[in-house]
């Protein structure tokens, strides 16, 4: 798991958000905000099953999940994400990158 010293270029370039939204980029993060207590063991499973490297809040409520990967995925591993993410039931996207130009978006609906 990623701690705050570890953060990629990516992540510390986008990791403003706008008001109403929070990215937290540890679990660590997540367990000390209050406002997320029934979300918590949601964003604890995606981060354990997909090694996400940081998730989104909406109003408290996760919507996209993010990972970054060092090269570009091939067909099996999107496929394989995409279970994975539509497994997971909570969140809206997933967004998988190894760059700010390679970047897959994978939509829960």
């Known amino acids: 798991m990623k701690t705050k010293a570890e953060l990629s270029e990516l992540i510390k ?23 997320l207590l029934g979300y918590v063991s949601v964003i604890e499973r995606a981060w354990k099953e997909l090694n996400i490297d940081g998730v989104l809040c909406l109003d408290c409520r996760p919507i996209l999940y993010f990972k970054e990967f ?20 909570c969140g809206k996207y997933f967004c998988a990158c190894r760059s700010e130009s390679c970047i897959y978006l994978f939509r829960l609906d």
């Open 70 to 89: 060092s090269s570009p995925l091939s067909l099996r591993q999107r496929l394989y994400f995409q279970k994975r993410f539509w497994n997971q039931g």
């Open 13 to 35: 370039a986008h990791k403003e958000t706008p008001p109403g939204m929070m990215f937290y980029d540890s679990l660590d993060s997540v367990h000390k905000d209050i406002n």
